[in-house]
C-alpha cells in the first residue's frame, strides 16, 4: 500500500505551546474509513525514535492513519523538558488527540511506549469526549505506575531531593530531573485509573527488558482483567485483555530488526480488527 509522511505543528493543552508531529498515513483508496491511531513515545524519548518511526510506517502500509508526536521539551516541540511531567504529557497527549481527529477521524485507537504506554492507558481511562470512538489500546514495554520512575531517577542522583533538581544520564544523554517532576509522578495513581479502561488492550512486553521489568506487565494484566463493565462496549469485547511476551526483546526494540516487523503485525492486526 502506498502512503505519504508529513509534518505538523499544534498547541498544547494547558500551555501556549507548539508541539511537533508527523503523520503517517496511507494514500490508496480504502473501503471504508481508515482506522486513526495516536502513538505516545517514552521518556525522554521522540516521535523520530527508530522502533516509533519504523512501526509508525509499518501501520500506515497496512491501511492506518497514524500521528506520533513529540511531547513538550522534546524532539521538534516547544518548551522545556525539566518542566515537564505526567501531568503535562497526559496534556499532550489530549492536544495530540484532539489534532488528529480534525486532522484524520475520529480516534479509534492509542499506542504508547514505555511511558507513553501508561499515558494512554490513563487517558483512555478518563474516557475524554475526543475518545468516544476508541476501540482499543495497546502498550509497549509500559510501566504499571508513575511513582517507579520517580524512585529509579532519585536513586540515579540523590541531589534531585537534596538540591530540587540535578542531572541524570538517559540513553548517552545528560538530562535535569526537577524535584517537581519527581513530586508529580510520586502523586498520580495510575493503578486506580487503569481499571476504567473501556475498551480491548493489548500488552507487548519483554521478559528481558532490563529497563521496566516483565512484572510491570503482569500487575497491568491483573488490573485490565478487573475492569468495571462499559455500555459501549459488547460484553465480549469490552473486557479483552492480551499480554505477548516479546523474549529477547530490549526495551527500545533496537537489537533485533525482527522484533520491529514482529511488534508492528501485532498492533496492525489489533487496530484492524478493533476500529
Known amino acids: 500500500m502506498n502512503t505519504k509522511s ?20 496511507p494514500t490508496d483508496p480504502l473501503a471504508q474509513p481508515p482506522p486513526v491511531v495516536v502513538f505516545s513515545h517514552c521518556f525522554t524519548c521522540s516521535k523520530d525514535l527508530k522502533a516509533t518511526v519504523r512501526i509508525s510506517r509499518a501501520l500506515a502500509k497496512s491501511g492506518i492513519c497514524v500521528l506520533r508526536y513529540d511531547m513538550r521539551g522534546l524532539g521538534g516541540s516547544e518548551g522545556t523538558f525539566s518542566e515537564s511531567n505526567f501531568t503535562t504529557n497526559l496534556q499532550d497527549l489530549a492536544a495530540a488527540i484532539e489534532f488528529a481527529t480534525d486532522e484524520l477521524g475520529a480516534v479509534t485507537g492509542l499506542v504508547g511506549h514505555s511511558f507513553g504506554g501508561v499515558a494512554s492507558l490513563v487517558t483512555a481511562a478518563k474516557q475524554p469526549a475526543a475518545l468516544a470512538g476508541l476501540a482499543a489500546v495497546a502498550t ?12 529509579l531517577l532519585v536513586s540515579m542522583n540523590p541531589a534531585i531531593e537534596q538540591d530540587g533538581r540535578g542531572e541524570v544520564t538517559i540513553g548517552g544523554f545528560q538530562w535535569t530531573i526537577t524535584q517537581q517532576m519527581i513530586d508529580d509522578f510520586r502523586s498520580h495513581r495510575a493503578a486506580d485509573q487503569i481499571s476504567a479502561v473501556p475498551c480491548p488492550v493489548l500488552l507487548l512486553h519483554s521478559p528481558d527488558d532490563r529497563t ?13 482483567q478487573h475492569r468495571q463493565s462499559d455500555a459501549r462496549q459488547t460484553p465480549s469485547t469490552e473486557h479483552q485483555v492480551s499480554l505477548v511476551s516479546l523474549p529477547g526483546a530490549d526495551h527500545l526494540l533496537v537489537e533485533n530488526a525482527a522484533d520491529l516487523v514482529w511488534v508492528s503485525h501485532l498492533l496492525s492486526g489489533l487496530f484492524n480488527r478493533y476500529r
Open 140 to 151: 509497549i514495554a509500559a510501566p504499571s505506575d508513575t511513582a517507579h520512575l520517580a524512585e
Open 6 to 25: 508529513y509534518r505538523v505543528k499544534f498547541s498544547s493543552s494547558g500551555a501556549d505551546l507548539q508541539l511537533a508531529g508527523i503523520v503517517d498515513r
Open 212 to 224: 521496566v521489568a516483565f512484572d510491570h506487565a503482569l500487575r497491568l494484566m491483573s488490573l485490565l
